[in-house]
């Protein structure tokens, strides 16, 4: 765990810091919201980690030329930040913010790995190479979480995964049409036999039956991770525990969205609305509050 005084900036980093806390409000709805409820001294640090997580993404995203080429040279950057000295902003804050909380480079490498898997798969024959998609793009970030708040322990760890994987496919389930839109398809194709659901159909937006039935099979999944996931909430402390709780029970309203427009996603994206979410947010904090676990 890290001393009160690895949270402190140094005075010639906090140009940088003060630039990841920018493009995280910038680019994060929700920065803002979490921010109120983080201790001030923890703020820059998840600004680092949330600046390093942003720039994969759009590098594998929205970057234009070879993206693999650039997540090469964005990975090469990234052990500057454990072997050398780097000089991009972002970058000396975030390696101030591993040595400060005593990161492996493993969760990083990790979140790089599945921009590279989007890159070159488009398509999941199982729904085990969906989980092993998600086990490099979602749950390192639950890991760099944990550790910011000072938990390293395996069990945790187990934990915020259940809890990460059911919160990216909460997305993919709210996402089928726009990741279609962008040529990818990330329910699995041994499922879509199952139900007999076909490419063309998805195409073509059709919502029979068949595509209910499997998105209803894959919600019931992802509900089931996050009820695995939701124990996590009891081990953790603080604003942890709130910002864990707050995680799972938004994750599982985008689920009920789904179901409560009769599994079509395909028409209309289910959304939770900002209303809901604020009340979400109140319910919970005040709750937790009210029985002195925070």
């Given at each position: 765990?890290?001393?009160?005084?690895?949270?402190?900036?140094?005075?010639?980093?906090?140009?940088?810091?003060?630039?990841?806390?920018?493009?995280?409000?910038?680019?994060?709805?929700?920065?803002?919201?979490?921010?109120?409820?983080?201790?001030?001294?923890?703020?820059?640090?998840?600004?680092?980690?949330?600046?390093?997580?942003?720039?994969?993404?759009?590098?594998?995203?929205?970057?234009?030329?070879?993206?693999?080429?650039?997540?090469?040279?964005?990975?090469?950057?990234?052990?500057?930040?454990?072997?050398?000295?780097?000089?991009?902003?972002?970058?000396?804050?975030?390696?101030?913010?591993?040595?400060?909380?005593?990161?492996?480079?493993?969760?990083?490498?990790?979140?790089?790995?599945?921009?590279?898997?989007d890159q070159t798969q488009r398509r999941y024959p199982t729904f085990a190479n969906v989980?092993?998609?998600?086990?490099?793009?979602?749950?390192?970030?639950?890991?760099?979480?944990?550790?910011?708040?000072?938990?390293?322990?395996?069990?945790?760890?187990r934990l915020s995964d259940f809890t990460c994987t059911a919160l990216q496919l909460a997305n993919f389930w709210q996402d089928v049409r726009r990741d279609?839109?962008?040529?990818?398809?990330?329910?699995?194709?041994e499922d879509m036999e199952r139900f007999g659901y076909t490419e063309e159909e998805l195409a073509a937006g059709v919502c029979n039956q068949a595509f209910r039935d499997l998105m209803a099979f894959e919600v019931d999944r992802a509900q089931g991770l996050f009820e695995q996931g939701l124990p996590l909430v009891e081990m953790l402390e603080g604003v942890a525990r709130l910002h864990v709780k707050l995680f799972s029970l938004g994750g599982m309203r985008v689920l009920d969205a789904i179901r409560a427009q009769g599994y079509d996603v395909l028409s209309k994206r289910p959304v939770v609305t900002g209303r809901r979410k604020a009340w979400l947010l109140a319910k919970t904090y005040l709750g937790m509050k009210l029985t002195r676990q925070i």
């Open positions: 765990m890290a001393t009160a005084a690895a949270y402190d900036i140094p005075p010639e980093l906090a140009p940088a810091y003060e630039a990841c806390i920018t493009l995280a409000r910038s680019h994060y709805e929700n920065f803002t919201v979490v921010g109120r409820f983080l201790p001030k001294r923890l703020l820059p640090h998840v600004a680092a980690i949330y600046a390093y997580c942003r720039g994969v993404d759009d590098l594998g995203d929205e970057a234009a030329g070879d993206r693999l080429a650039r997540l090469d040279a964005w990975e090469a950057d990234l052990e500057q930040c454990y072997t050398g000295t780097p000089t991009a902003p972002h970058l000396k804050a975030l390696q101030h913010t591993i040595h400060a909380f005593s990161i492996p480079p493993e969760p990083f490498r990790k979140l790089v790995t599945a921009n590279r898997i989980l092993h998609y998600c086990e490099h793009s979602a749950n390192p970030v639950g890991f760099l979480y944990l550790l910011l708040f000072g938990y390293d322990d395996e069990e945790r760890r279609w839109d962008k040529g990818r398809v990330y329910l699995p194709m």
